[in-house]
């Protein structure tokens, strides 16, 4: 058969896998175990043979929603979990170890931040860099370094990492490479193209987009030799060397802590993930349209967006992205305007913490989010105190438009 486009693929996704009387999705699975007539099957699943046992390893309907993830990111096997939180936390829990050194962009979102602080406090080293340079990514190497995390776009920032670059140093110094997708989604840009060697997307946000349910995943891109990787423990060694780190990940960080993505939850993600290119081309439209008319708003100080000529990574952007620049802003207002009265104007845009939904929301930043960390580190994150993070959803452009302008005016 040939190969078909990414939204086709995706459609056809559950119906291609033989769904149970032939329906187009895969039914819902809420059991929570899976019972066996013959003990050797039963002991062979539990010894590597595909199959399903207990729900908190998984279920039918969320290894659908994981064929369609690994679809989406070109890789060659994913593993779902709860949140896109559990996910990343899994990843670095479950592939890193005391004494190990991480290095991460500056530029991420504030629960990553707290995370990295956990991660310290456990024993991993982690030294945080402007990872829109490769440079700084390249001088913070250690000969106890692991691995190297980056966000494809930051959140909320708006920074584009030197992807390709880090990818091909990483390859070079042969480091897990692991990159949230999460904003950029794999319908602007697949991990695989970057080079990393895992993808981390939270499913709560674009790819699920309904704001009705919770997830994460994590993409093995079939780029990086797991042989060489030395925190692979033996119990793990065994089968296609290929699978080894997502292996590890299942085990550690989904069967040991317990993670789950519970069956409603995926299915309702993976009724989403069907239309998440149609989703994006407009919420990316609308963004752009957003973005270059309150750049000229006589009270918006400053738009952070790619898709602005003046954005410090535009060029990037467009070679990473193509046309589309994401469906995330930040906005600063000029210090006269009260954040607070200006939120409270907005008629449709909705004041809430999410992201990456069919609504557009805003959230003021150094007041939420990014309280806790403190005015120094967000100083050096550019969240200054009119910071607005504003997440695109797929309204009406001019509506989006016209609420802002009420609220400022």
Excluded at 55 to 67: C, F, V
Excluded at 146 to 154: D, G, I, K, Q
Excluded at 387 to 399: A, C, K, N
Aim: proline share 3%; aromatic share 8%; with cysteine.
């Amino acid at each position: 058969m040939a190969k078909n486009g990414f939204t086709t693929t995706i459609l056809h996704s559950d119906r291609r896998a033989s769904v149970e009387h032939g329906a187009i999705h895969k039914p819902m699975h809420p059991s929570s175990q899976y019972a066996f007539s013959d003990a050797r099957e039963l002991a062979a699943v539990f010894q590597g043979k595909p199959g399903f046992t207990y729900a908190r390893q998984g279920t039918p309907t969320t290894t659908a929603l994981e064929a369609k993830v690994t679809q989406m990111e070109g890789g060659v096997a994913t593993v779902s979990f709860a949140t896109g939180m559990a996910a990343l936390a899994a990843t670095f829990f479950a592939l890193l170890k005391a004494g190990d050194h991480l290095i991460s962009s500056q530029h991420i979102f504030g629960n990553t931040n707290s995370l990295l602080g956990t991660l310290a406090d456990l024993g991993v080293a982690v030294t945080v860099v402007d990872a829109t340079n490769v440079d700084n990514v390249v001088a913070a190497l250690r000969p106890e370094t692991r691995m190297v995390f980056t966000e494809a776009l930051a959140n909320p920032g708006t920074q584009v990492a030197d992807l390709v670059g880090i990818g091909e140093w990483c390859k070079k110094k042969n480091l897990v490479y692991v990159v949230d997708n999460t904003l950029a989604t794999p319908w602007l840009c697949q991990g695989i193209s970057v080079g990393a060697s895992l993808v981390v997307n939270s499913l709560s946000k674009h790819i699920g987009g309904h704001g009705n349910a919770l997830g994460g995943a994590v993409t093995d891109t079939g780029l990086y030799d797991w042989t060489d990787y030395t925190n692979i423990a033996l119990s793990y060694r065994n089968g296609k060397p290929s699978s080894w780190g997502l292996t590890q990940i299942k085990k550690k960080g989904l069967r040991d802590m317990g993670g789950t993505l519970a069956a409603e939850a995926a299915h309702r993600i993976a009724a989403g993930a069907e239309t998440l290119a149609l989703r994006m081309d407009r919420a990316c439209s609308n963004a752009l349209a957003l973005a270059q008319f309150l750049s000229r708003h006589p009270k918006v100080a400053k738009i952070h967006y790619p898709g602005l000529t003046d954005h410090p990574q535009h060029e990037r952007a467009k070679q990473l992205f193509g046309s589309r620049f994401g469906a995330l802003m930040g906005i600063e207002l000029i210090d006269e305007v009260d954040l607070f009265d200006f939120l409270n104007r907005l008629r449709v845009l909705i004041l809430a913490t999410h992201l990456g939904d069919n609504r557009t929301l805003v959230l003021p930043m150094a007041q939420t989010i990014y309280y806790e960390m403190g005015a120094e580190r967000r100083a050096l994150m550019g969240i200054s105190d009119n910071f607005l993070r504003v997440s695109i959803g797929i309204e009406d452009t001019q509506d989006i438009i016209d609420d802002f302008v009420q609220a400022l005016d």
